[in-house]
């Protein structure tokens, strides 16, 4: 079973930044496209950002210029690098895999970024 552990998130000022970060056990890292997403209270899970294996990325518009999503794939480790925090980026942030050979997905545990003003 592919398992995902998050560490990184927390308290932080507005204008601020945290880097998030996602270990993938249990899995192929090289089939796995990762991304974070985010889910504030009373709304949806969104997609904040997505990386290939092969590096190629995505971004939420919301956070373009602001995040940056990396990984190691030697250390099977996903990285989400925020800056410029504000307290609409308040949320629990979510790590993902999606495995494109089996079309499957995985999800970390969670972990809560909250962003005071």
């Known amino acids: 079973q592919v398992q995902l552990v998050e560490f990184g998130g927390g308290l932080v000022q507005a204008g601020g930044s945290l880097r998030l970060s996602c270990t993938v056990s249990?899995?192929?890292?090289?089939?796995?496209?990762m991304g974070w997403y985010r889910q504030a209270p009373g709304k949806q899970r969104d997609l904040v950002a997505r990386?290939?294996?092969?590096?190629?990325?995505n971004y939420a518009d919301s956070v373009k210029g602001r995040f940056t999503i990396s990984r190691d794939n030697a250390e099977n480790t996903v990285y989400l690098q925020m800056n410029s925090l504000n307290a609409e980026d308040t949320a629990v942030y979510y790590c993902?895999?999606?495995?494109?050979?089996?079309?499957?997905?995985?999800w970390g545990q969670g972990t809560q970024v909250f962003v005071s003003s």
């Open positions: 990386i290939t294996y092969g590096g190629n990325t």
């Open positions: 993902n895999a999606y495995n494109i050979g089996t079309l499957r997905n995985y």
């Open positions: 249990n899995g192929i890292f090289s089939r796995l496209t």
